[in-house]
């Protein structure tokens, strides 16, 4: 693997060994720091960012998704930094 370095105005180009391959570690759903703030969401939303209101279109489709066994990824696109937050709408809904 070579890393190329920048600093002022030359590029340096750097070996990195790679002892071990990677492996991949699937991620553990924890759901206890998430359903123990569930009911503190709404109140912050308003309260820090003045979301007073929010709207859920299509959760039908997601619902169906995982009912159905399909993973689902929920990204939001990060243009304000409540955007991430608003997804937890989805689970007090």
């Excluded at 790679?18 to 569930?38: D, N, W």
């Excluded at 997601?62 to 990060?78: K, T």
Aim: proline share 6%; glycine share 6%.
């Amino acid at each position: 693997v070579q890393t190329q370095i920048r600093d002022s105005l030359s590029v340096h180009t750097t070996n990195v060994n790679v002892a071990e391959p990677y492996q991949f570690i699937p991620p553990r759903k924890g759901t206890f720091v998430s359903s123990c703030l569930k009911p503190f969401l709404p109140w912050y939303m308003r309260k820090i960012w003045g979301v007073v209101d929010h709207e859920i279109r299509g959760s039908e489709k997601l619902s169906a998704s995982l009912a159905a066994g399909h993973g689902v990824v929920l990204a939001p696109n990060h243009v304000r930094e409540y955007d991430a937050m608003t997804v937890g709408f989805l689970a007090v809904a």
